[in-house]
């Protein structure tokens, strides 16, 4: 266990800069040095946005992936199957749900990215392995960016308040989407639209 008592050197890219205080709040105490390029090379880059392709271009913007040997962690609110393919094809095999970034999870996630483990959400990883690609014949999805982006925070548990934080707008608008949406998939709740969402390959 000598590896959690030597100082951990952490790079910091955030999507909303609003957000870098209260990261960097989390970080304290935890025998963790948040470094910036000046300071030269990182243990980890940790890439917080909302959803994992935000993620992945703030990796990609500092030379992951492509041939930099920085391990990632990638904490994001969002996590798509296509998505997630996408980040474990470019190399980052850690990654942390933000609902669930605790001081303790976060440390914990930093050190599993640094010796190179790969850690997923249980409940994401669920999703993954039980998402089958869309096949190519398949006809376009009735739904709209905006309702698949409502369902798929739906799907990852989060209520209307905090979708609505995530996609920025009301929760009003958030409840218009969720009627709206069900009423395309032709479902009666919440539920009832994941599963059917889910086995159609729309999230």
């Given amino acids: 266990m000598s590896g959690w008592a030597d100082p951990l050197r952490v790079r910091v890219a955030v999507a909303d800069p609003r957000g870098r205080e209260d990261l960097l709040a989390m970080l304290t105490g935890g025998g963790v040095a948040v470094v910036d390029e000046a300071d ?18 703030l990796c990609d913007s ?14 994001v609110g969002v996590f798509a199957p296509a998505a997630m393919r996408r980040a474990i094809a470019a190399g980052v095999r850690t990654m942390l749900w933000r609902a669930e970034a605790t ?29 089958e690609p869309r096949p190519a014949s398949a006809p376009p999805s009735p739904l709209t960016v905006r309702q698949t982006e409502v ?12 979708i609505a934080r995530m996609l920025r707008c009301s929760e009003h608008t958030v409840k218009n989407v969720s009627y709206e949406l069900m009423a395309r998939l032709q479902v ?16």
Avoid: K
Wanted: cysteine-free.
């Fill in 188 to 203: 009666r709740n919440r539920a009832q639209a994941v599963a059917r969402a889910v086995r159609a390959g729309l999230i």
């Fill in 151 to 162: 369902l798929a925070l739906m799907a990852e548990g989060h209520g209307n308040a905090a």
């Fill in 103 to 131: 001081p303790a999870n976060l440390l914990a996630a930093l050190h599993s990215a640094r010796h190179g483990d790969g850690r997923l959400p249980y409940a994401v990883l669920v999703r993954l392995l039980g998402a």
């Fill in 40 to 57: 030269g090379p990182a243990d980890v880059l940790l890439a917080a946005a909302d959803t994992l392709d935000e993620a992945l271009a």
């Fill in 62 to 75: 500092r030379g992951r992936p492509g041939g930099a040997t920085t391990p990632a962690l990638a904490m």
